[in-house]
């Protein structure tokens, strides 16, 4: 009977998982916020749960990017405004049919970006590349945090000039050569970074220059690369991360910080059921939460509260309609329209044109 009490008061008061202490930031992030998302899909998630909060958000302009150098070069093109051309994008040299059944080259890539900014036509992909540019350092000039994830060390380089890419299009795996770089090659490129984003800021006269660069490693596991060296690469960009926040020196208005997703997973959720089927992607689950642990860091209670009553507006709004003309609809439309008026009243920041 003693064993049996002692059992229980033990299970009763015991923790069963490490909960990471994350200090609040001495920064807020509100819905006045402009913020931007470059890294893995784990930043493509992230952003999601933001975006989905109706926050001002820009993810991934050149698409999903995993190493440091990649993102480096993307933030540089961006900083630079950098004008793409014909030496930058190239046609994919295997054969298509067409749909009368012609023969047809590929599309045109750029090694730096996503496919979705391919096209079918040089022209057409050159300009997509310089409207994203674009449209993304507009955007950056007025952002006041940008979260960038990192998920491996692993980087692809083309064999022939030894140039990082940020995406094979599935090319010949012999035109690359794949390693895993150092901590400090990691850190020279996170530097680049921070410089880069600085410089944007700098280039907007007159503007906020307060800014807010968080660095976060993806939990999400590149099992491809076998357990160990994913263990190895990721400790690689942890410890880059930390040499540049010990490293770089800022004005006030500028910080440099790191938030633990990665342990979070680790230490909170380690658990399968926190995963998606792949055991390798995490659960809507596990990306809400992470998301209130942002929240909880970055956000005062005031936007918290706000948050929730976004949350509950959209639920209503995201609701199915099956008629949109009958007379119920046309009144529930209504009632939408008019919270939303509302709620952007009461929540300075808030826009739901869109909703409204």
């Not at 496919?115 to 022209?123: F, H, P, V």
């Not at 998920?151 to 035109?175: D, I, K, M, W």
């Not at 209130?292 to 609701?319: G, L, P, Q």
Request: charged share 25%; with cysteine; hydrophobic share 40%.
């Amino acid at each position: 009977m003693k064993n049996i009490v002692e059992i229980t008061y033990y299970i009763y008061f015991m923790d069963f998982f490490t909960k990471i202490n994350i200090p609040a930031a001495g920064w807020q992030i509100d819905y006045n916020s402009r913020l931007a998302f470059f890294g893995s899909c784990f930043a493509d998630n992230i952003s999601a749960q933001f975006a989905s909060r109706k926050f001002n958000v820009l993810a991934n302009p050149f698409g999903t990017v995993y190493n440091p150098l990649s993102a480096a070069m993307q933030i540089k093109a961006i900083a630079n405004g950098k004008i793409f051309g014909e030496a930058d994008v190239f046609q994919d040299t295997r054969l298509g049919v067409s749909e009368n059944g012609n023969e047809i080259r590929g599309l045109w890539h750029c090694w730096d970006t996503h496919g979705s900014l391919s096209a079918a036509t040089r022209e057409e992909c050159i300009a997509k590349l310089n409207e994203t540019t674009a449209n993304a350092r507009e955007f950056l000039q007025k952002a006041d945090t940008v979260f960038i994830t990192l998920g491996t060390a692993f980087v692809y380089f083309l064999r022939e000039n030894g140039v990082a890419v940020s995406n094979c299009h599935r090319q010949n795996p012999n035109l690359f050569i794949r390693k895993m770089i150092s901590v400090d090659h990691a850190a020279e490129a996170l530097k680049s970074i921070v410089h880069d984003l600085l410089k944007i800021k700098c280039d907007r006269i007159g503007e906020n220059r307060d800014l807010h660069i968080v660095f976060t490693v993806s939990p999400l596991r590149h099992l491809s690369d076998g357990a160990h060296e994913n263990t190895l690469s990721k400790a690689t960009l942890q410890l880059a991360i930390e040499k540049v926040i010990r490293e770089i020196v800022t004005e006030p208005a500028t910080t440099i910080s790191y938030f633990p997703s990665y342990e979070i997973v680790m230490d909170e959720l380690r658990d399968y059921r926190f995963y998606d089927d792949d055991m390798i992607h995490l659960s809507k689950t596990a990306e809400g939460y992470i998301f209130e642990r942002m929240a909880e860091t970055y956000c005062s209670e005031k936007t918290r509260e706000d948050i929730r009553k976004v949350e509950k507006f959209m639920k209503m709004a995201n609701h199915r309609i099956v008629d949109s003309q009958s007379p119920a609809s046309r009144e529930f439309a209504q009632k939408l329209a008019a919270q939303a008026a509302e709620l952007e009243k009461e929540i300075t920041g808030l826009k739901l044109n869109n909703e409204k």
